[in-house]
């Protein structure tokens, strides 16, 4: 009983309700493992804290001795996923899928135990089905059930384009289902759809359908939108520690619990110790404290220490020698005279944003030129060596 709680701890949803218990008693008739499969469309190339929240749940029914099938949609991914918002997602070739997949699966080892883990690719059996076989799959479907997915029906309702290759996508995902008899499919609450669809496919092949297992989707460093690398606010797992510390450290305070029960593996104890902490503490420690326990699983103790050290020096010490700069050659600014106007300064320093953005981090006091603040952009700075300029919160610059 107790192993059943903790494999149900922070999951979001099950269908059946009490479908975990009845498999895993049904197995052990059987004197034999559960197969938990997790299908995923290699459509980018890295991993985040996301993914990680239900590969860490996959690593708790792999430490118990159960079988582990990741089934890489090397096929779906050339049709491209319906994405859950109003337009359908790019399909990628067969080179883009291959690389995204192999990237994948090196990151995966990072949570489960590969070697242990059996991988297999859709295209196996998908890229071997005649066109009649095909239509007789779709046949176990009506599109009333298709359109039961929230997004297509609010882009029916829209009257927003859906195209038909979109319909087929969660047929066809849960058809992997039925290939490699899975006894639960995991993922995240956005891919309930396609899991509900692979139990009743299963059950149309006289199969027993799976238990369908989602986890909730973490939120991203926004605090708004879940996760993802299209937004841009995700902590990867192959990030470098001082940047996966200072991600975690910007996250909304309202975050803190969210991340607490989905990205740390302190003990349940610890949580609750921390959550009495975080009644009367500073925010920031409890972050801190979250942080450094990232950086533990995907790096290690020394790094994360090392992390937070460097956090400290960079964005709390008001010593600027413990300070790290990034240089900036004074031979490579364009410039007839030995002065520049600080717009013209930070553009091409910070070339990764519009000038305008540029201007409005200057008007809103958040440049400093030797630690004093200007506002004006077009101030003329003397170009000598050792100036410090700082933009934003966490940039650092020395002119060489």
Request: glycine letters at 4%; one cysteine or more; proline letters at 3%.
């Amino acid at each position: 009983m107790e192993t059943i709680e903790k494999l149900k701890e922070n999951a979001a949803i099950f269908l059946p309700e009490n479908g975990l218990e009845e498999k895993i008693n049904q197995a052990e008739k059987e004197n034999r493992k559960l197969i938990i499969k997790l299908g995923f469309d290699p459509t980018a190339p890295d991993l985040h804290l996301g993914h990680a929240v239900v590969l860490k749940k996959l690593k708790q029914f792999q430490d118990l001795g159960h079988q582990i099938v990741i089934v890489v949609g090397s096929f779906t991914a050339r049709i491209g996923d319906p994405t859950g918002k109003n337009k359908s997602r790019k399909p990628l070739n067969i080179e883009e899928v291959q690389h995204n997949a192999e990237t994948y699966i090196s990151q995966l080892s990072k949570i489960i135990d590969i070697e242990k883990a059996k991988i297999v690719f859709n295209s196996e059996w998908l890229d071997e089905l005649s066109f009649s076989e095909v239509i007789q799959i779709m046949s176990n479907v009506t599109v009333a059930q298709l359109m039961h997915r929230n997004d297509f029906n609010k882009r029916f309702t829209e009257n927003t384009p859906i195209a038909m290759h979109e319909l087929v996508y969660p047929i066809l995902q849960g058809f992997d289902s039925v290939k490699i008899n899975a006894d639960i499919e995991m993922g995240g609450t956005d891919q309930l759809f396609n899991c509900t669809m692979g139990r009743q496919l299963q059950e149309s092949f006289k199969l027993s359908g799976q238990i369908v297992m989602c986890m909730p989707l973490l939120k991203g460093l926004d605090g708004k939108e879940k996760m993802s690398k299209s937004l841009h606010n995700t902590i990867g797992l192959i990030d470098e520690p001082n940047e996966m510390f200072g991600k975690t450290m910007s996250i909304p305070d309202a975050l803190i619990l969210e991340f607490l029960e989905l990205t740390t593996d302190f003990s349940f104890e610890e949580k609750e110790e921390i959550k009495k902490r975080l009644e009367n503490e500073n925010p920031m420690n409890i972050k801190k404290l979250i942080a450094k326990n990232i950086i533990c699983q995907y790096h290690n103790q020394t790094e994360a220490e090392q992390a937070e050290q460097f956090f400290i020096n960079q964005f709390q010490s008001k010593n600027a020698e413990t300070k790290s700069f990034v240089p900036v050659s004074i031979s490579s600014l364009e410039s007839k005279t030995n002065e520049i106007a600080l717009i013209d300064l930070c553009a091409f320093i910070k070339n990764d944003i519009t000038k305008s953005a540029n201007r409005r981090l200057i008007e809103s006091g958040a440049v400093q030129i030797n630690n004093e603040k200007i506002i004006d952009p077009y101030e003329l700075i003397s170009l000598k060596k050792e100036t410090k300029i700082k933009i934003g919160k966490r940039n650092f610059y020395e002119l060489i």
